[in-house]
């Protein structure tokens, strides 16, 4: 199926609105209080654009003022909200994700794939703590170098994937990482036709995980599911004969129970 979307430039897409919402998506854990020099920076913007978004941004209650720096507010949470209520599903398999870590002692999440990002929005960590940076619901990952990204893109029509793979930059964080398209594309193809995908060592040094793609009960295709491990501590056999099944059964309950 064709992308039918609005691109920039068209005749229907609003530019303001796209711009504003890139000023909010650069506050994050690394940029949780900026002044209106470094937000421009950090949305590629000029500064007196930027600071016409944040004022009309701080107007509508979205950011507030510290002193020369702005910061968002919690009114932000009612955009994640309205998501998370449209989905009643995700209550059942945030419980269904903790019943693994609860059983194997992983982490486990959801994502969907959201440009050339995996993103989580379900999440049910573990104790021990497997990457430098905290994964959370919302943290956004290269699709390339995870699992569930790897099983999202397995999903595209033809199409869709060589338009991604033309247009991706790939910067291997590890040794063990794919470092041109080719290998990936072939991952990624290995990955339709077994039905899951497995990532090792290709996002972060130790890390390795497994994911499948879960569906409705109508076959509309919800995200992917995944089990992150350390390398050292879970082999391949086990991520295969233990892991892999328990998610397997996870994502046949939830096309059983959803619509």
Avoid: C, W
């Amino acid at each position: 199926m064709e992308d039918s979307s609005l691109k920039p430039g068209d005749r229907d897409f609003v530019s303001a609105l796209a711009s504003g919402l890139e000023v909010l998506q650069v506050f994050d854990a690394e940029h949780p209080r900026m002044t209106l020099s470094e937000v421009a920076a950090q949305a590629s913007m000029d500064r007196a654009k930027a600071r016409r978004f944040v004022l009309t941004l701080h107007a509508l209650g979205f950011v507030k003022r510290v002193g020369r720096q702005f910061e968002l507010t919690p009114k932000v949470l009612q955009l994640g909200y309205a998501y998370q209520a449209s989905n009643q599903y995700r209550a059942v398999i945030e419980q269904y994700l903790g019943d693994i870590t609860a059983e194997l002692g992983e982490s486990s999440s959801l994502g969907v794939l959201d440009g050339k990002d995996v993103v989580y929005v379900v999440r049910s960590s573990a104790r021990h703590r497997l990457m430098a940076i905290t994964l959370s619901v919302g943290t956004r990952l290269p699709a390339v170098y995870t699992s569930m990204g790897r099983v999202l893109l397995s999903q595209l029509p033809d199409k869709e994937l060589d338009s991604f793979l033309d247009s991706v930059e790939l910067t291997p964080f590890t040794p063990y990482a794919i470092k041109s398209v080719a290998p990936l594309k072939e991952e990624i193809l290995k990955a339709r036709s077994q039905g899951f995908a497995i990532v090792d060592q290709e996002l972060d040094s130790g890390l390795r995980s497994v994911a499948v793609p879960v569906y409705t009960s109508s076959n509309v295709l919800l995200g992917a599911l995944n089990i992150s491990t350390n390398a050292a501590r879970v082999d391949m056999e086990t991520l295969m004969t233990v892991y892999l099944p328990r998610l397997q059964d996870v994502a046949a309950r939830v096309k059983m129970i959803t619509q």
